[in-house]
């Protein structure tokens, strides 16, 4: 077997990680740090790649680093590139944005900017307080100017235009934006533009209107497809997910499928074996199959778009074609390596892609770690059996210390739902091409091809939706770095436990344990709640920055109050305390962070029935109430004096008074808010939703003083806004605010916590003390030991 010429390995990671620290870190500073950093690095993979390199006994191979003086080329040689990629970071941002640009983007200013569309509109979630949603254009931006009465200055920056949904703005436009700017957390994009207004001033031309025609044209092809199908084909085809169900998606992250309709090296890999078998049979030169497949394969990156999987994936298809002009085969490390740092220095932004770092890891495992994997499974199946498992698992383990950034979690049936997705890659990915070529020409052909292409692609929908519904299917796992960090252990144990030659028993036991305690015991830290008291009476939920509230009606079943912004967290409480039904959802005011979810709720209980604010009949925020009729519930505008009861659970409302609403701005919806007095058993609290001063004020005007509760939810996530006099009036064990951790509001501010902190026996915030439950007993558990919080 030949052996694996890994030299450029320690180099390319290096500076992966370079760029990535740069992006948030600044780049000198990346440069400085990571510099020593790269050197330990070098070393300890010199040494491990070294360690086996000769390989005897036909064994898998080998990776090559074994002189002293290789040693010291790649470390020598890792180092330099640390600083030039750290370098090319720092002077590209100060040559492309000047100052006063990057002084107005720091500084969320409003600017005016002109530059071209280079992506596709994509959703980009709903309005945190109108529930209308919105819709993220990546722009190209030419001219930019912060002062309308100064120039447009010359710039060369990427932001990404945030705008209400729908859109007609196209790929390709030339377009004049204005909105509010600030820095954007994704790292190949420097701004991101709110509330922004899009004019279109020209439309496409040159190369990216032939793009969007393309993308067009396979979008109508795919017309006529039903639902799952037309999503998942042309996220196959061409990387345009919008058309796929919400369901199905969800359902494919569980399996971790999502890599099927993120173009990337699998479909590249499809595409040059086809066109490789085709230009061996009929062309003789090997410099003009090479210039041929370069063109085809440069067209596809720029039909799919450039993401950062694709931009490596193309790197390395321009290597296999070097490599038939050469007449030599390419090599997938040296060919990984070498297009990884030219991409990195090209744009250093790349660096800080999720997706990039997840395509290059993913590559390494495949060509290094699944054959020992391979060797290893052979024991317990055969071996065309063990080789098809160990290339989804190599990966997949690989990976997923990044996955758990995105995603905490395992899918437990991720390998085998790979298995049988990977039989209806390859037709999908050729007959879709082909159709969308053909379509260009005789459209009627085309979208037989992708009717063609549709049947084709049921297996992935069949994988998706059986193994995400399997029991089990889902494993939690702890978030944020300590997940990571366990997620690493994981894989490098089975690493080390399927690469090494000889393991020695005490070895393999030790091995074993880590995986088994990592698996086993911490997806009890994935949820800050402390031990989730059986006898619960009302929780808390962490939802983010958002609320939710439970009060237990029976063992499965809870009245609930607000839902939390969508992305599964309130869906993800109801499973924790097993709540099926919901007899009763009282959504205080129409903002997402608060009725964002009840689509997905509904999915994890059936509910009954709803009371909604007398703000949520406004024209536009009526989104939750239409959800929770669409789930089936009674949806009914409440207001003061209502009260339901079930068992020994009693909800009053207190606030709003009716005809008292007129809401029309965000800071009339919030005071617009239901306010809730509850009593589940002994247990006791009250909610004030997102209450303004003015609705505070009138609640408190309703009140007889001193009023005693177990709980009081602090209104609108701890904001400075809070009236004193209805602070003074509830005396609570606990005041509990639930708000996100870094959120960007400033929730909570330090002086409403010192004001409730004079009025409760202890101040707890969701961000850190997760969950907050009142048992029956009055326990009060959470993550938070004691004290204000």
Known sequence: MTEHDARLLPGAGCAIITCAWASTEGAWFAAAAAWCGAFLLSLLVAALLGRGARNRGGGPPRARLTRPRDVARVVTFTCLLVTIVAATAALGAREHVPRDIQAAIRGHSQMEMVGVVVSDPRPAGRDAWTGVP?????????????????????????????????????????VAVAGRASESVNSRVQASIWEASVDVIHAPNGPLAVVGTVRERARHAAASLPDDTRGLVLGMVIGDTDAMPADLSADMRTTSLTHLTAVSGSHFAIVVLVLGWLLTRLVSRRWLRAVVLVVAMVGLAAVVLPEPSVLRALTMAIAVALGWWWGRP????????????????????????????LSVVAVVAIVVWAPHLARRLRR?????????????????????????????????????????????????????????????????????????????????????RAFSAAPGHWLAWPAGGGGVALAGAVSAAVGFASTARRVRGGMQVAAT????????VTPVLTVRTGPVLNDWRLVVCDVGQGDMMLVRVSDHSAAVIDTGPPGGAGAACLRRYGVQEIPLLVLTHPHADHDGAVAEIAQVAHIEQAWVSPAAVVAGHDIGASDARSAGAQVTVTSAGQVWTMGDVELTVLYPTPGAIHAATSSEINDASVALSIRAGPATAVAWGDLEAAGQTAVASTLSPPVVVDVVKVAHHGSSVQSAGLVAAVTARVAAISVGADNSYGHPAEETVALFARHAVAVMTTARCGDIALGADGTVASACPTGVA
């Open 134 to 174: 919105r819709i993220a254009i990546t722009v190209s931006v030419s001219s930019a100017r912060a002062d309308p009465s100064e120039r447009p200055q010359v710039v060369g920056l990427m932001v990404d235009a945030i705008v209400e949904a729908p859109t007609a703005v196209r790929l390709g436009d030339t």
């Open 330 to 357: 390419a090599r997938a490390l040296p060919a990984l390596g070498a297009g990884a740092l030219v991409l990195l220095l090209i744009d250093p932004g790349l660096g800080g892609a999720v997706g990039f770092q």
């Open 380 to 464: 317990w199946m055969v071996a065309s059996l063990a080789k098809a498992v160990s290339v989804p698992l190599a990966a997949w383990l690989a990976c997923w210390p990044l996955l758990v950034t995105l995603q905490p979690g395992i899918g437990l049936y991720a390998v085998p739902a790979n298995l049988v997705a990977a039989l209806a890659a390859f037709p999908v990915t050729v007959v879709g091409l082909l159709s969308t070529v053909v379509s260009l020409w005789w459209p009627d052909l085309g979208s037989v091809g992708m009717r063609a292409a549709g049947a084709c692609a049921w297996p992935v929908v069949w994988a998706a």
């Open 513 to 520: 344990l880590v995986v088994v305690v990592c698996v086993v």
